[in-house]
């Protein structure tokens, strides 16, 4: 068995055809942008670095630049996700026709909240802003197709149907297993309850010289920098946190 | 019943995303028409003259878009706009969906009308289903010679680009959606320079939304007078209203503007049984409630706004005494902090600051200084913003709060609890 990664040249390689007639449409090549990314997410399932990086080259930018355009849309996922996405409306409509108890049934079936996946690797679940299918509330998509007028039952019945693979939408293709969430914000250590490692005996750990789990990353931005930045962080520093100021002058290792 | 039927014939009834069908009830006769027979200033005429104004939200005379273009060589763009989001509003999903060329058909007529050879259609990214049926009718449409090179043998060239979005409200704001065509972040832009100077690729471009330029087809059909006599004064014409929430037969019904609001309740099967009307929220989630006192209020650009709300992308949510106004108040305001694109400080900061607060009163848990905080903080956010995400955050918490203040306070926590 290959990795998606080891696979990734062969699947450039295929769609090399497919990107040129998509950036051949545009009068600029960037506005080739979302459309390959979700061609790259169409096959991969996600968002991938190295599809994030291909597209990069092949439209002339840096990976950061495609990287912060990426993470500013929703529908591209960061990470891999579960094989069927359900993105269930929470918008006004559907919230005062009951999207509440929907919601509060997906989570207990599921047994796993916004935003995150189920271990199986199965479910996706993620609570949307409005679907603009108003008349037909409360709905919801799986994988991007609507179902409306949302029931218990129906629930019930659709996840039974994604558990055994006979759901009639096409699965997400998975070529990673995914983790318990898909966004980047949501999967940082901090949001998920846990300070990293070093930051734990700090009282500010948002402060210059808060620790990384990996390193010292403050101080060593401090320790890198020559002149007068270096003497007024450390004079802050000797206010705030003269624990670091002593860390920085023995030269404890981290 | 004032039920109309224009943009919504045959919706429902027949198959209008076969092109043999759109054709047989005299489809792309308007736009061959247009092309062979008339001078795209002509085009402009029309849509100047059945005073039809902008269907996305702003409401501003089509006409008048157009005529802003400066009368300049350089290449110039027509765009659709299609990331309909507005909560509340799902009209255009429709039009996409049930009737694709006549909204491509209107999307070539506002090309040939402004003189421009390049149309793109910019499709939220939610709606897969309709991006895949769109594709297919541009495909239908070139095959018939509608899309291309020398179209009707008279030199005139029009491509058409389909984009797809990929989930972000802002990116119904013209100028963000424009970066985001251009394959950037959904950012709105400083105005000026407007599109209509400097749009796409820097461009002269006009941003249309799809039920406007649907509007062109019956327009050039009927007539400019035809449409014009319909409506009132200054609103002129039909409009597709999205009516939802707590009625009967929510749905899309197409109506002439200004009829009174209680009509629109009653086309949409009035209130369920036994409930009472508490609040109408009347142009999508940025606009503020209308109540009881309102109801014979015409459903048009200026009555709404002299009533301090706004008829916005024609989207009427209906709330009856079930509702909960706190957790309406806090859903919306969720809604905003989670679509700002946190360019500007105002409505980043603003935004996340009131859904904290009010999710204090959601939990029961506020104080009595959160009430003066909403009111503050929702003030402060408002009229200092590049786009009108930032303004659209306040009106329903204000509107809502004014009205049922007792809904507020009873999640206030009791002095005696506090501890001391």
Request: with cysteine; aromatic share 8%.
């Amino acid at each position: 068995m290959t990795t998606r990664a080891e696979d990734f040249p062969a699947l450039r390689e295929r769609l090399r055809a497919q990107c040129d007639a998509i950036v051949a449409q545009y009068e600029q090549p960037r506005s080739a942008l979302l459309p390959l990314i979700h061609l790259f997410q169409q096959h991969e399932g996600y968002a991938s670095p190295e599809a994030i990086r291909a597209v990069a080259e092949r439209l002339n930018l840096t990976p950061a630049v495609v990287e912060s355009t990426v993470s500013f849309y929703t529908l591209f996922f960061r990470r891999p996700v579960g094989k069927y996405v359900l993105q269930v409306c929470r918008g006004l409509a559907c919230t005062i026709n009951g999207a509440e108890d929907i919601m509060a049934y997906f989570r207990e079936k599921l047994g796993i909240g916004h935003l995150q996946t189920t271990p199986d690797g199965i479910f996706s679940y993620e609570e949307v802003e409005c679907l603009a299918a108003c008349d037909r509330a409360t709905c919801m998509q799986v994988n991007l197709d609507f179902v409306y007028d949302l029931t218990p039952q129906m629930i019930d019945e659709l996840i039974a149907a994604m558990r055994a693979g006979t759901y009639a939408v096409a699965p997400m293709p998975q070529t990673e297993i995914p983790g318990p969430t898909w966004t980047v914000r949501q999967d940082s250590q901090v949001s998920m309850g846990e300070k990293s490692a070093g930051a734990q005996d700090q009282l500010n750990p948002n402060n210059a010289g808060g620790l990384d789990k990996d390193g010292v990353i403050m101080l060593d931005r401090i320790i890198l920098q020559e002149g007068r930045f270096k003497g007024r962080t450390k004079e802050r520093l000797a206010n705030v946190e003269p624990a670091i100021v002593n860390i920085l002058e023995n030269g404890a290792s981290h | 019943m004032p039920v109309v039927k224009v943009l919504t014939e045959g919706i429902g009834e027949a198959n209008l995303r076969d092109m043999h069908v759109y054709r047989q009830r005299g489809g792309y006769k308007q736009f061959e028409r247009a092309l062979t027979a008339m001078k795209p200033a002509d085009v402009l005429d029309a849509a100047d003259k059945s005073g039809l104004r902008g269907r996305g939200g702003a409401g501003f005379p089509t006409g008048k878009k157009w005529s802003f273009l400066p009368s300049n060589d350089r290449p110039r763009y027509l765009v659709c706009n299609c990331d309909e989001a507005e909560p509340g509003t799902f009209k255009d999903h429709m039009l996409l969906e049930e009737a694709p060329h006549l909204v491509l058909e209107g999307i070539l007529l506002g090309t040939y009308g402004i003189g421009s050879h390049h149309a793109y259609m910019y499709i939220r990214g939610e709606f897969k289903r309709g991006y895949e049926i769109f594709m297919q009718t541009v495909e239908q449409a070139r095959q018939a010679g509608f899309i291309g090179k020398n179209l009707f043998g008279t030199g005139y060239d029009i491509e058409v680009t389909v984009h797809r979005g990929a989930g972000a409200y802002i990116c119904g704001e013209e100028t963000a959606l424009l970066n985001s065509l251009e394959g950037k972040r959904g950012e709105p832009r400083l105005k000026p320079p407007f599109p209509a100077v400097a749009g796409l690729y820097g461009m002269p471009t006009v941003v249309n939304n799809v039920e406007t330029l649907a509007y062109l087809v019956p327009i050039l059909e009927k007539g400019p007078e035809w449409f014009a006599a319909a409506g009132t004064e200054r609103s002129k014409g039909y409009k597709v209203i999205s009516i939802s929430g707590h009625v009967k037969k929510p749905g899309n019904y197409e109506v002439p503007l200004g009829i009174p609001v209680r009509e629109l309740i009653e086309i949409a099967g009035g209130l369920r049984d036994g409930r009472t009307l508490m609040a109408i929220q009347p142009g999508g989630g940025s606009s503020a409630c209308i109540f009881e006192e309102h109801l014979d209020l015409p459903y048009d650009y200026e009555s709404l706004a002299k009533a301090g709300t706004m008829l916005g992308s024609g989207a009427m949510v209906v709330m009856d005494d079930t509702t909960d106004f706190v957790k309406a108040a806090f859903n919306l305001v969720r809604f905003f902090a989670h679509e700002s694109c946190g360019q500007c400080t105002p409505c980043r900061e603003g935004g996340h600051w009131l859904e904290t607060v009010l999710h204090r009163f959601v939990d029961g848990r506020a104080l009595h200084s959160d009430i003066d905080m909403l009111r503050k903080v929702g003030h402060q956010i408002t009229g200092i913003n590049l786009c009108p995400l930032g303004d659209s955050i306040e009106p329903f918490l204000l509107s809502v709060l004014n009205r049922f203040p007792e809904q507020f306070e009873a999640r206030v926590v009791k002095e005696a609890a506090l501890p001391a």
